[in-house]
């Protein structure tokens, strides 16, 4: 019966340092649960997401490496999930690095490096550049055929 590990995020526009994140997890212990931010506590944390709770809850149920998906509704409920879960380990990314030292009474907590060069942050904006670049390409080929047009 091996370890049973915690985590919490957001996972948003679900991607491979998502994916890293969790097989390292996986590979600390037998269990791995996952609390998913839901949209009002991301609220609360001031983040937007592109994708609704519900698919970023479902994506990572579909996930490996993932044993049990649980809602994060409030930063407070960490010990409580912990105590309820039996949690071994409660582990996260390292931009988190000593933000949960408190739980350390009620099970090891670790924090893991995080995946360079990619995040939900990133990917959003590059696919808002994205829309600039094809909305310009848009614009230069409508003055083209109004160019053309009042050529007639
Ligand atoms: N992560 C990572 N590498 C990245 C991006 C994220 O290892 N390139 C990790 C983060 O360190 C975190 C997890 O993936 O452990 C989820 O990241 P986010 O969805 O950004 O989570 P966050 O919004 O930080 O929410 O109560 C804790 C919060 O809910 C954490």
Request: net charge negative; glycine share 6%; charged share 30%.
């Amino acid at each position: 019966m091996g370890k049973r590990i915690i985590t919490y995020g957001t996972f948003d526009l679900f991607h491979i340092g998502h994916v890293r994140l969790l097989k390292r997890l996986a590979g600390l212990g037998g269990h791995l649960t996952v609390c998913v931010s839901t949209d009002e506590f991301n609220a609360i944390k001031g983040k937007k997401t592109v994708i609704p709770f519900e698919q970023r809850a479902e994506i990572l149920g579909a996930c490996r490496y993932v044993d049990n998906v649980l809602p994060e509704n409030d930063w407070a409920q960490k010990r409580d999930d912990i105590m309820r879960e039996k949690i071994d380990i409660f582990a996260m990314g390292d931009d988190w690095s000593g933000k949960f030292n408190d739980l350390s009474d009620l099970c090891e907590v670790f924090y893991l490096p995080r995946t360079e060069d990619i995040s939900s942050t990133s990917m959003k904006a590059f696919m808002e550049a994205l829309r600039d670049d094809q909305l310009l390409e848009i614009k230069h080929l409508i003055e083209t055929l109004n160019a053309k047009a009042s050529a007639l």
